[in-house]
């Protein structure tokens, strides 16, 4: 027994053995490919068919615009309160309904604005908008 020639069991190994490791990673590599095809099942269902044929008509807009004094226009036609109410209801008939944009001008009375929404909620119109100025910032 010689305590001093013990150099050879005492080294530290410092490589990884990577045999078991690839061993492993094959094993696994193999279950993968084995199990990804059974996991990739479907199932049948009958979805609905679409076709691609355009909108065939897009409701217009018509733009009621009521002047600082009081005064209608129809697409900047100006009319009268009677054919105002005779064209909303000609356009509260129709199929599809166009959409009504009322603008006002600032220093009009309210009251020629609630005249308009009133003869065009009597006439049927249900799409109702309106234009305003943004605010500058």
Do not use: C
Not at 16 to 25: K, Q, S, Y
Not at 38 to 64: C, F, G, S, W
């Amino acid at each position: 027994m010689a305590f001093g020639t013990q150099d050879e069991a005492d080294d530290v190994m410092n490589e990884i053995n990577m045999t078991p490791l690839v061993d492993v990673m094959l094993v696994l590599l193999i279950i993968f490919i084995i199990t990804v095809p059974v996991m990739k099942h479907a199932v049948n269902i009958d979805l609905p068919r679409a076709t691609n044929e355009r909108e065939e008509t897009k409701p217009q807009t018509i733009q009621l615009s009521v002047a600082a004094d009081g005064s209608y226009f129809w697409n900047q036609e100006k009319i009268d309160d009677a054919t105002m109410v005779s064209r909303l209801a000609a356009e509260g008939a129709r199929d599809p309904q166009p959409e009504l944009h009322i603008r006002g001008d600032k220093d009009v009375r309210y009251e020629r604005v609630a005249t308009a929404m009133a003869a065009a909620q009597k006439a049927g119109v249900r799409k109702i908008g309106f234009i305003t100025d943004p605010t500058p910032q």
